[in-house]
């Protein structure tokens, strides 16, 4: 009982969604498990950030 299952392999592709669409047509299921950058979210909108204040997450966020 000493093994690691792993259940998440990250990778970065610059166009995300067409190979999750894909993988999904020869059976392989993806998760996008993070969409949208913590600094968007609501409990953080009070610190007024904007699309293209972050590019290098921005990204990330996009291609993983």
């Known amino acids: ?3 690691h299952i792993f259940n998440q392999y990250v990778i970065r592709v ?3 969604d067409q190979l ?3 993988l999904k047509n020869h059976g392989v ?3 996008v498990y993070y969409p ?3 600094i968007f979210r609501s409990a ?5 950030h904007k699309a293209g204040d972050f590019p290098k997450s921005e990204s990330a966020a996009n291609e993983t």
């Open 1 to 3: 009982m000493d093994r």
């Open 14 to 16: 610059s166009q995300r």
């Open 20 to 22: 999750q669409v894909h």
């Open 29 to 31: 299921g993806t998760e």
């Open 36 to 38: 949208v950058q913590c």
């Open 44 to 48: 953080l909108a009070y610190l007024g």
